[in-house]
């Protein structure tokens, strides 16, 4: 699938309870980790939106100025603990936020959609930008309180340039879990062939094509489609 996409809702540093929290670990005398786990959904608020700041940094800064190395988002999540004065008394557990986010990744419902083409005898996929990327059903994850249909939409049009919101039927789906993750797949028909695509977001999508479903059946990753047929 690729990295998750640069978006995010704005939260303000007062909905995550930080300057709470800090007040109360002194008065526990700096026991962190009880408060560790009450502060889990609140850090892993604050790394989406450091994931999105990582993902701007690395296609926009780092690639405008030489001077700037570009940062694994472990790295650069470090530099941000270690900047802010409101994260610095959580470095040392830092490898436990970190561990607990991409955990908590696994977990979050992906929603997309299988494009068919008009003739029925096609269907649309996207390969990522990563060398060993393999070809996939356009989708991602959902963003806090989206509905699995909206973040379809939203998945297909930054990751083709499609807008399928009118093409789109709410009860027209096949749904799998993956581990503990769920997955929801809209099946979008009649889309022509000789529509131009083009993602919407840099360094994520490689190619964008159609691909034959005969072709694609006996392969383990289009099993989703395997169930629709």
Not at 178 to 205: C, H, M, N, S, W
Request: charge should be positive; proline fraction near 3%; hydrophobic fraction near 35%.
């Amino acid at each position: 699938m690729g990295r998750q996409r640069r978006r995010s809702g704005t939260r303000s540093r007062r909905g995550c309870g930080l300057r709470t929290t800090r007040a109360r670990g002194r008065c526990c005398c700096g026991r962190f980790r009880p408060w560790f786990f009450l502060l889990r959904k609140s850090f892993e608020r604050i790394l989406f939106l450091l994931e999105q700041a990582h993902w701007f940094y690395e296609d926009n800064s780092v690639e405008h100025n030489p001077n700037l190395k570009s940062l694994s988002f472990k790295d650069f999540t470090s530099l941000m603990f270690k900047s802010r004065t409101a994260l610095r008394p959580y470095i040392a557990h830092l490898d436990d936020i970190y561990k607990d986010f991409n955990n908590y990744k696994f977990r979050v419902p992906v929603s997309g959609a299988i494009i068919l083409d008009d003739t029925y005898e096609r269907c649309l996929l996207v390969k990522g930008w990563k060398a060993r990327a393999s070809w996939s059903f356009p989708r991602g994850k959902r963003n806090k309180d989206e509905e699995d249909h909206t973040c379809a939409v939203r998945e297909v049009l930054e990751e083709t340039g499609c807008d399928v919101s009118r093409l789109l039927n709410l009860d027209e789906y096949i749904e799998f879990s993956i581990g503990q993750q769920r997955v929801r797949l809209y099946i979008i028909t009649g889309v022509k062939r000789d529509t131009v695509f083009a993602p919407q977001t840099k360094k994520e999508i490689s190619e964008i094509s159609w691909h034959r479903i005969d072709d694609l059946l006996p392969a383990a990753g289009a099993r989703a489609l395997y169930i629709l047929l």
